[in-house]
């Protein structure tokens, strides 16, 4: 099992310039979400989904677009990148209340991007 | 509304020495809690859970935790370091019933284990 896939791992992008990470799952989990790791600050969730076609704000969703067509594929779109959206993000995956597992993330490996 | 306290952002121990990672928790309803493992350059990765069962939670590799709700505390430990435990910990913790996506986040310690 691969797991949750994040493409790409590095990422340099100028001021204003858009770009698009990429995130599958194959373990037909239900929800999936995107964090935002700054060093001296955790993880901040960006967005997240609850299923096909259902999508959420987390605690710092500006600057950031989402969507779910799939169960697999929950894409994270930069619409004008800015110096501030430097950092590590990390794509997660999860199952709801009552099934095996409830409530633990499985993480991708993270893309690191840096905003010039 | 939830918040995670982790106390040091850095932790060094020498190699066999007691692992004790601090973590608080504050939560309106009861919670899941959890600690997360990150080696460098790769995804967190989970060490232990709470889930309302028993109070002390053994995890991988030798780590265990510990909920104290009078002390609102689930503090991390590991009897004897190991040169490979060297990595960031992360205290977190979820509301019971939730799917995980509103997991809260410290703000995590490194730990550095000396030879």
């Known amino acids: 099992n691969a797991g949750v896939t994040q493409t790409p791992k590095f990422q340099v992008l100028k001021t204003g310039q858009s770009m698009t990470l990429q995130c599958a799952q194959d373990?037909?989990?239900?929800?999936m979400s995107w964090y935002r790791q700054d060093p001296g600050m955790g993880l901040r969730l960006i967005h997240y989904s609850v299923g096909a076609g259902i999508t959420d704000q987390g605690e710092v969703p500006n600057g950031y677009n989402v969507s779910r067509s799939t169960t697999e594929d929950f894409p994270l779109r930069l619409l004008s990148a800015a110096p501030s959206q430097t950092s590590v993000y990390f794509c997660?995956?999860?199952?709801?209340?009552?099934?095996?597992?409830?409530?633990?993330?499985?993480f991708g490996e993270g893309s690191r991007l840096t905003v010039l | 509304a939830q918040s995670v306290t982790q106390l040091g952002s850095h932790v060094s121990v020498s190699e066999g020495a007691l692992v004790l990672l601090r973590c608080n928790y504050s939560?309106?309803?009861?919670?899941?809690l959890f600690w997360y493992v990150q080696y460098p350059n790769q995804g967190l990765q989970l060490l232990l859970k709470y889930t309302s069962a028993a109070t002390l939670v053994k995890g991988i590799n030798g780590f265990e935790a510990e909920f104290k709700k009078s002390e609102t505390s689930f503090h991390l430990t590991k009897p004897s370091a190991h040169m490979s435990d060297a990595a960031e910990y992360f205290c977190?913790?979820?509301?019971?019933?939730?799917?995980?996506?509103?997991?809260?986040f410290g703000a995590g310690t490194r730990l550095f284990v000396k030879a």
């Open positions: 373990m037909n989990h239900e929800y």
């Open positions: 997660a995956s999860s199952q709801p209340e009552g099934l095996a597992g409830a409530g633990e993330l499985f």
């Open positions: 939560s309106s309803v009861p919670p899941y």
């Open positions: 977190a913790v979820s509301p019971l019933g939730d799917g995980g996506f509103k997991t809260i």
